[in-house]
């Protein structure tokens, strides 16, 4: 098993940057793809962006290419993500996710942390 805590989290202004952070406990880090997940008020779960094992693949959310960054530091048990030019429809509860597989798909991750809650506002 794995657990996970999200940090990073606040208030930003439109346009502003905020790099998440995800601290991994308990297994093995690098048997697990990490992905970050968001959901808004109201709204489902959404895809953020997940990373295989080592780092070296990676994968967006179409709407959200170029401007988050999804990285790992296996060293540090840690994973991030780094979002910049952020808008007011980034507004959300983001969360990591572990799992031994990889993939985009909510349901198919096996470890979640509590998540961290971004608000993008003037």
């Known amino acids: 098993q794995v657990q996970l805590v999200e940090s990073g989290g606040g208030l930003v202004q439109p346009g502003g940057s905020l790099r998440l952070s995800c601290a991994a406990s308990?297994?093995?880090?690098?048997?697990?793809?990490m992905g970050w997940f968001r959901q808004a008020p109201g709204k489902e779960r959404d895809f953020v962006a997940v990373?295989?094992?080592?780092?070296?693949?990676?994968h967006y959310a179409d709407s959200l290419k170029g401007r988050f960054t999804i990285s790992r530091d296996n060293d540090k048990n840690t994973v991030y993500l780094q979002m910049n030019s952020l808008k007011p429809e980034d507004t959300a509860r983001y969360y990591c996710a572990a799992d031994e597989d990889y993939g985009a798909l909510d349901a198919h991750y096996a470890y979640w942390g509590q998540g961290t809650q971004v608000t993008v506002s003037s």
């Open positions: 308990g297994d093995t880090f690098s048997n697990y793809a």
């Open positions: 990373i295989s094992w080592s780092g070296g693949n990676t």
